[in-house]
C-alpha cells in the first residue's frame, strides 16, 4: 500500500500519460477489429461487441499499470493474446510491452522473472497456434519469426525495467550510506566535544580536590582557595555542557529545556568557545599548578569552527599536562600564523612538577590525543605529539584556513559553530 501511494503521489503525470496511452491502444485495437482483409491476412469475423471487449481489455488496463502492475499484465496478456487467435492484432503485442516495464520497475526481482517467462511464453504459443494452426497465413518458419519479434518486443522493456529499478535502489544505497556517514561523523563530533568539556573540567576539579585534601589540615586557607576553584571550574562545565546540549536540540529549548519561549526568562546560551577565551583556560591551568605562559598572534580572525578547534586542541593539550606533568609544572602555549595562511598550535611542557600531590601518576590516557588528531585531519592538518628529550611533553598542530583544505565534516563544524 505504501508503494502503490507513493507511485501515484510521484507520478501522476505519468498517470495522465498512461491514460492517453490507453485510450489510444483501445481506438487502435477497435479499428483492427473492423477491418477489412485487403491486407491479405485474415481477418475478425466474430461480433463487433467482442472486438470492442477485446480492445478494451488489450487497451485500457495500461492506463493503470503503475498502480497494480501484475494484475494489469494478467488481463492485457491474456486480452492480447485472445486478439491473436480471433485474428484482431496486428502489432507486435504493445500493451503487454507496456505492462510488462512497470512489472520489472516495480516487483521483486523472482516475481518479475515468472512474469517475463509466462509472459514470453503466452505470446508466443498465441502467435503459433494462431498463425500456423488456427487461421494458417504462412509457413511455421514465418509465424516462428513473428514469435521472436514478440519476444524481442516484450523482452527488452522488461530488461529497461530492471536496469532503471537497479540504478534507482543504487542511489537508494548511496543516499542512506551519505546519512549513515553524516550520522557518524556529527556522533563523532558531539563525543569530541563533551569529552573535551567533561575531561578538562574534571581534570581540574580532581587536582584541586586532591590539593585540598592534602592541605587541609595545615593551611585550610588553600582549602577555600581549591574550593572556589572546583566550584568556578563545576560552573563553566555546565555552561559549555548547557551550550553543548542547546546545540542538539536545534535551538528549540532554553537551557533549562522548557521550549523556545524560555530564552525570555532564561540566560542565553554562551556561545561556542574561541581564540578570546584561551586566557581563562590558561587561569584554570593555572589554578591546578600548572604554571603557564600563553602567545598569541594571528594576523586575521578566524573562521569561528576553526577557532573553536583550536580552542580544543589547546584544552586538551593543558589536560593532558595537567594530569600527567603535575603540580608545579611550567607550560607554554603557542598560537600563531604562518606564512602559508594556516595556524601553528604549540603545547610544550617541561614535566617538572609533582604528580604525586593529585594522585596523577595513576591516571591513565584516554581518547583525548585521538580526538585532537580527528579534528586536525578534518581540515586537512597534520598533529604531532611527542615526548620532548630531557622531560616534558609537546603538541604540535597546524591547521590550514580556507574552504579548499576542509573536509565536509569541517565545513559542517564552520556553520554549526
Known amino acids: 500500500m505504501h508503494m502503490a501511494r507513493w507511485r501515484l503521489r510521484a507520478g501522476a503525470h505519468l498517470l495522465v500519460l498512461d491514460a492517453c496511452t490507453a485510450v489510444a491502444v483501445v481506438v487502435a485495437y477497435a ?35 503503475r498502480l497494480w502492475p501484475l494484475p494489469v499484465l494478467a488481463v492485457v496478456l491474456g ?7 480471433l485474428d484482431i492484432t496486428r502489432d507486435p503485442y504493445v500493451a503487454v510491452a507496456l505492462a510488462v516495464y512497470a512489472v520489472a520497475l516495480v516487483e521483486p526481482v523472482r516475481r518479475a522473472r515468472t512474469a517475463l517467462a509466462v509472459t514470453l511464453a503466452v505470446p508466443a504459443a498465441a502467435v503459433l497456434t494462431g498463425e ?21 518486443v516484450v523482452g ?31 556522533r563523532l563530533r558531539i563525543t569530541r566535544e563533551l569529552h573535551d568539556i567533561v575531561s578538562h573540567s574534571l581534570s581540574v576539579i580532581v587536582v584541586k580536590a586532591a590539593v585540598a585534601d592534602h592541605v587541609a589540615a595545615e593551611r585550610p586557607e588553600e582549602t577555600r582557595d581549591a574550593l572556589q576553584a572546583i566550584e568556578r ?71 569561528a569552527g576553526t577557532a573553536l578547534t583550536v580552542y580544543r586542541i589547546v584544552q586538551e593539550s593543558l589536560t593532558n599536562v595537567i594530569k600527567h606533568a603535575g603540580d608545579g609544572a611550567h607550560c607554554r602555549v ?6 602559508r595562511g594556516g595556524v601553528h598550535i604549540e ?18 590516557g584516554g581518547h583525548g590525543l585521538v580526538g585532537m588528531r580527528e579534528r586536525v585531519m578534518m581540515y586537512g592538518g597534520t598533529l604531532e605529539a611527542n615526548p620532548r628529550h630531557g622531560g616534558g611533553f609537546a603538541v604540535s598542530a597546524r591547521l590550514p584556513v580556507g574552504p579548499a583544505t ?7 563544524q564552520e556553520r554549526t559553530a
Open 233 to 303: 571550574t563545576g560552573r563553566e562545565a555546565l555552561t559549555e555542557m548547557r551550550r553543548a546540549l542547546g546545540v542538539l536540540r536545534g535551538d528549540t529549548a532554553g537551557p533549562d529545556g522548557r521550549g523556545p519561549g524560555a530564552a525570555d526568562t532564561a540566560p542565553q546560551l554562551a556561545p561556542p568557545p574561541g581564540l578570546d577565551d584561551l586566557p581563562a583556560l590558561v587561569r584554570r591551568a593555572e589554578q591546578a599548578g600548572v604554571r603557564t605562559a600563553l602567545r598569541t598572534r594571528l594576523a586575521d580572525s578566524l573562521p
Open 406 to 412: 576542509a573536509g565536509p565534516a569541517a565545513r559542517r
Open 334 to 339: 603557542t598560537v600563531t600564523g604562518d606564512s
Open 79 to 85: 486480452a492480447s493474446a485472445a486478439a491473436t487467435l
Open 132 to 152: 500456423a494452426v488456427v487461421t494458417p497465413s504462412g509457413p511455421w518458419s514465418e509465424a516462428a519469426g513473428t514469435a521472436a519479434l514478440v519476444w524481442l
Open 347 to 364: 603545547v610544550v611542557d617541561d614535566g617538572g612538577g609533582d604528580a604525586a600531590v593529585s594522585d596523577r601518576s595513576g591516571l591513565q
Open 156 to 186: 527488452s522493456p522488461w530488461a529497461a525495467g530492471r536496469v532503471v529499478r537497479e540504478r534507482r535502489e543504487r542511489a537508494v544505497r548511496a543516499q542512506r550510506r551519505l546519512a549513515e556517514d553524516a550520522l557518524a561523523e556529527e
Open 31 to 65: 479499428a483492427l477489429a473492423g477491418q477489412d482483409a485487403s491486407d491479405a491476412l485474415p481477418r475478425f469475423s466474430g461480433p463487433p461487441w467482442v472486438g470492442w471487449l477485446v480492445a478494451v481489455g488489450v487497451g485500457a488496463p495500461p492506463a493503470v499499470r
